[in-house]
């Protein structure tokens, strides 16, 4: 397995066009595990990434104060998510970001990438950063390239 470790150190300024409808997106104030766990499993992560997380410690780090979840709404339905992790001091780590198949190809990434980018440079880091690896979309590291992300380190 191939992972790509990308970064930005400074805040882009992105211009992207959001969908024809509003769309609403919202922080998770109160996180419940089994709604995250549905939106895992509706965006493909079933196989991997929660197997074997017990309730408790999904609860722990979905309410731990420097972990966000926000979770993108369109027509009234969840579209998608990401999460940001601002454990580490002076950084911002995406570590998820995806959208939920029903809401896949409508040209939606570049604007919900942008939605994170800024959500993530909302904290004034030093540095925002997230990885790509074998089991993601093929197009998703131009996607991150495309919004600043520079590619810094691989890992085999």
């Known amino acids: 397995m191939t992972t790509t470790h990308l970064e930005m150190r400074e805040h882009p300024r992105l211009q992207t066009r959001g969908p024809h409808r509003g769309g609403m997106l919202l922080r998770l104030e109160e996180p419940v595990v089994p709604f995250y766990r549905y939106l895992f499993e509706q965006m493909g992560g079933q196989a991997a990434g929660l197997a074997g997380r017990s309730d408790a410690e999904l609860a722990e780090e979905l309410t731990d ?23 580490t001091a002076g950084e911002v780590r995406l570590t998820r970001l995806g959208l939920l198949p029903a809401f896949r190809g409508r040209h939606l990434g570049k604007w919900f990438l942008g939605l994170a980018v800024e959500a993530a440079w909302d904290f004034q880091p030093e540095r925002v950063w997230t990885s790509v690896g074998d089991g993601d979309d093929p197009r998703a590291i131009l996607l991150y390239q495309w919004a600043g992300f520079v590619p810094y380190r691989t890992e085999r």
């Open 65 to 87: 104060p420097d972990c966000d979840t926000f979770v993108l709404y369109l027509g009234g339905a969840p579209a998608g998510f990401f999460q940001l992790d601002r454990r």
